[in-house]
């Protein structure tokens, strides 16, 4: 035993000296890494991923080939206000597409745009706006589609925002908010009412649903609800758990005023979802997975204790953030004291479900509109909305599937609050 330990310590410090080693050179390679962060091009692809085109070779006018029932939906391009074309598939209700294939059994034809523009007038629409790379085939997006078409009756109206798929373009986070209200004027322009359209964003798409969320509010117009699966609450506070391989790529920039002033100018994006939920004037979904290593679901909470803060007393003592300031006495027991009150009226105003093998659904009425946060067990990033759990809160919260019946006897909102408040 003894005689061991000293050779073990020789080992540690070879180990030393060569961590020591990867050190220096990581300290050379470091500023050339965020030097390359800060080119807009690099961001701009980091950021979006669109590059990134998978599954290659897509036949987006052949939608059966990734799973989608054959006659089930549409191919088309919309154009943008500033000319750019945006491919998107518009996938049927299933009990529209059911009842299609009950009258014409023996032959699926391709399916027409006087179909989709019945269907849009019959059946609510899941508008979904995906996020970072990979086009709308993909098939962790396809699942989320199947499932809205089949257990939530809803149609799903899917687009490549511009740079992605087979849409032209170049992304950018004002284009990719224009390319949504595009989509949703689309279907305005057909026929559909703004309480048939649930607005779904997943991963990047839930920064782009806050904008256009944000500017339906500003306009007054009220979807039939919003979902984010997965959000981030602003590009700004993901940076501060950016992990590359990872690594907390830009942990050591914040230590400093310098770093964070940097990084505040290198970044081109910010998807300030946390500023537009506020001013969200319909029912609110918010989802997210204990296991989600890409977008920790701090970010959820960040978005849910947001859309709280208003329904509790405020908290007047400020926790001094500058090194070496601190509380006097008083000051630590008023806090204490103001911290108790919001715990105890949190507890009224959130009904809190613990679900066995699922996780933890919070339900309140928001200032403008009901709330639901789902906190799963699992799920990952990129698989939330596909948890059937999560779809029956959606269900649930915008009266869609199972529970669309009840919408046509007493008002929307009622219903939503009398479900998910009591
Ligand atoms: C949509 O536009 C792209 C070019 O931007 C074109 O390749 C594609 O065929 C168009 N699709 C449809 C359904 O018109
Ligand atoms: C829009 O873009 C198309 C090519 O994608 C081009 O042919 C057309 O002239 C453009 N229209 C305008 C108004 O810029």
């Known amino acids: 035993m003894a005689k061991k330990l000293p050779e073990r310590s020789r080992q540690r410090t070879g180990l030393f000296s060569r961590l020591y080693g990867s050190f220096f050179y990581l300290g050379l390679l470091y500023p050339l890494v965020i030097a390359l962060l800060a080119s807009p091009t690099v961001q701009k692809h980091a950021t979006f991923k669109h590059a990134w085109r998978f599954p290659y070779y897509v036949k987006y006018d052949m939608p059966e080939k990734y799973g989608l029932a054959p006659g089930k939906t549409l191919n088309l391009n919309l154009t943008t206000p500033d000319n750019c074309t945006l491919g998107a598939w518009f996938v049927l209700a299933d009990p529209c597409y059911q009842t299609l294939r009950a009258t014409s059994p023996s032959q699926l034809s391709p399916l027409t745009e006087s179909t989709v523009l019945d269907s849009i007038k019959t059946h609510p629409t899941v508008l979904f706006l995906h996020g970072a790379g990979g086009t709308r085939a993909a098939s962790f997006r396809v699942e989320d589609y199947r499932a809205f078409s089949a257990r939530l009756h809803a149609n799903v109206f899917a687009i490549d925002y511009r740079g992605f798929g087979d849409s032209t373009g170049s992304p950018s986070e004002s284009g990719l908010a224009l390319d949504a209200y595009t989509a949703w004027q689309w279907l305005m322009a057909r026929g559909a009412q703004p309480a048939d359209v649930v607005i779904a964003g997943e991963s990047l798409g839930t920064g782009v649903a806050g904008q256009l969320a944000r500017r339906l509010a500003h306009e007054g117009v009220r979807p039939r609800g919003i979902a984010l699966l997965a959000p981030f609450s602003s590009v700004a506070r993901l940076l501060e758990s950016y992990h590359l391989f990872g690594v907390p790529l830009l942990q050591p920039l914040q230590s400093f005023p310098w770093g964070l002033r940097l990084l505040k100018r290198i970044v081109h994006v910010e998807f300030d979802t946390l500023a537009a939920v506020p ?130 006897d007493e008002s929307v909102v009622d219903r939503m609050l009398r479900r998910v408040v009591e």
Request: aromatic share 6%; glycine share 6%.
């Open 279 to 408: 001013e969200f004037n319909a029912p609110t979904l918010i989802a997210h997975a204990q296991d989600d290593l890409e977008i920790p679901h701090a970010h959820s909470r960040t978005l849910v204790d947001a859309l709280l803060a208003p329904l509790l007393p405020a908290l007047t003592v400020a926790v001094p953030t500058a090194p070496g300031k601190t509380l006097s006495t008083e000051e630590f027991l008023a806090l204490e004291t103001q911290r108790e009150a919001r715990a105890a009226r949190r507890g009224e105003v959130v009904r809190t479900t613990h679900v066995p093998n699922f996780g933890v659904v919070e339900a309140f009425r928001g200032l403008r509109a009901p709330v639901v946060y789902v906190e799963t067990f699992w799920g990952s990033h990129a698989e939330v909305g596909a948890q059937e759990g999560v779809q029956d809160e959606m269900a649930k919260l915008f009266g869609l599937g199972v529970y669309r019946q009840e919408r046509e």
